[in-house]
Antibody
Framework: EVQLVESGGDLVQPGGSLRLSCAVS????????MSWVRQAPGIGLEWVSV???????YYADSVKGRFTISRDNSKNTLYLQMNSLRAEDTAVYYC???????????WGQGTLVTVSS | QSALTQPASVSGSPGQSITISCTGT?????????VSWYQQHPGKAPKLMIY???NRPSGVSNRFSGSKSGNTASLTISGLQAEDEAEYYC??????????FGTGTKVTVL
């Protein structure tokens, strides 16, 4: 059974950093594309970043230069390192399996990041 | 990376059919057959309903169908049911290898 479990969400001050984790079971994270998607309170979905099986990464303009997506193959876990956080980064962050064709077939339950002083 | 444009809301009576549009550009929706649709109930994670414009994942009702013409994709829900009341989002691959979501559409079953 495929499961994605996010963790690491917290309350952080503007300018601070946070690392989100997504523990995966049911498939090997290194063999698939994986994305992060976020949803600000009461707002729609926003794609954040993808890491390809070969390691190439892409980012939304809104987070480029501040966020870094990575994975640990030994732990079968996906990460999102978030630096220079802003109030507008406040959102529930979901990890999702990103299938060929750029669709998200499995999702985690989400983890809440709140950026506030 | 502008969001794809969807109507804010669509409504219909039980048993009716409704269609949600998703308009992008030739750099996303119009350029690739990589449009997907998601259903999201309040407080829940999104659920994949359609991928590659018109394909349904296993377990998704055949009342849901997708299509595309030019820069606009569409999701049709036929035989509308109370359980279909939710927020719906489209998504597309883009020419810069990023992905972009639509603005979201609230479906109300009258």
């Amino acid at each position: 059974e495929v499961q994605l479990v996010e963790s690491g969400g917290d309350l952080v001050q503007p300018g601070g950093s946070l690392r989100l984790s997504c523990a995966v079971s049911g498939f090997t994270v290194s063999s698939k594309y994986m994305s992060w998607v976020r949803q600000a309170p009461g707002i729609g979905l926003e794609w954040v970043s993808v890491i390809y099986s070969g390691g190439r990464t892409y980012y939304a303009d809104s987070v480029k230069g501040r966020f870094t997506i990575s994975r640990d193959n030994s732990k079968n876990t996906l990460y999102l390192q978030m630096n220079s956080l802003r109030a507008e980064d406040t959102a529930v962050y979901y990890c999702a399996r990103d299938a060929v064709g750029a669709y998200f077939d499995y999702w985690g339950q989400g983890t809440l990041v709140t950026v506030s002083s | 990376q502008s969001a794809l444009t969807q109507p804010a809301s669509v409504s219909g009576s039980p048993g009716q059919s409704i269609t949600i549009s998703c308009t992008g550009t030739s750099s996303d929706v119009g350029g690739y057959n990589y449009v997907s649709w998601y259903q999201q109930h309040p407080g829940k994670a999104p659920k994949l309903m359609i991928y590659d414009v018109s394909n349904r994942p296993s377990g998704v009702s055949n009342r849901f169908s997708g299509s595309k013409s030019g820069n606009t994709a569409s999701l049709t829900i036929s035989g509308l049911q109370a359980e279909d009341e939710a927020e719906y989002y489209c998504n597309s691959f883009t020419s810069t290898s990023t992905r972009v979501f639509g603005t979201g559409t609230k479906v109300t079953v009258l």
